[in-house]
């Protein structure tokens, strides 16, 4: 198994979620869209363009020794899909109205193929003992956190603050990645390990023994 940047430099505990990046020119499009959103939006926390990703599964405090199991669980559930096409849609919130906790951008494209995956993965995280989530999975791109706007009034308003007269930037997505979070640090997530899709194919006879 093959960590980035090499597994000398990972303390014996992560916190890891398993996640689809995003390619360069999307995150510089978003970082961009992001600054004229700043202008408008009152949040305390902007995403950093480099931690933009659209998440599969939050996986939490994890041991670092578990990250070959983690890995060998989820080749075949990246084995299984398909190059994905996704782009980015209207805007929204969790939270309150008035003083929400998120902003973020929805997902549309081939979600239908990108929630079987969610589901795959899910399945695949279970028996290392990630229970699985109770709510139902909605794929989105996470841009802010801490609403702090004295009035609830910008945030009844996303419709009219989309990106570059409503173009909406569309990409492929063909690999399931695993960052583990940097509390305190700007950018906060490094990346770990990369699984494309198409790995099971490459995998070594080892691995394949071994998921066996």
Known sequence: MTIEGG??????????????????EIKTFVNEWMEELKTELPFQKWMHPEDLHVTVKFLGETETENLALIRQALLPAAAAAPALR?????????????????????????????????????????PLGFAKEDRAYKPH??????GCGSSGRQYGELNRLKPHDGFQPEWAANALTVYRSRLNHRPMYDLLMTIPFHEL?????RELEELN
């Open 141 to 146: 791109l996470t841009l802010a956190r801490r």
């Open 201 to 205: 194919k490459n995998a070594t006879a």
């Open 7 to 24: 597994m000398d430099r990972l303390e014996p505990k992560q916190r890891l979620f398993v996640a689809v990046s995003l390619p360069q």
């Open 86 to 126: 996704l782009k980015l849609t209207s805007l929204g919130i969790f939270g309150k109205p008035a003083l929400p906790s998120l902003l973020w951008a929805g997902i549309a494209g081939d979600t239908e193929e990108l929630t079987t995956l969610q589901s795959r993965v899910e399945d695949a995280m279970e």
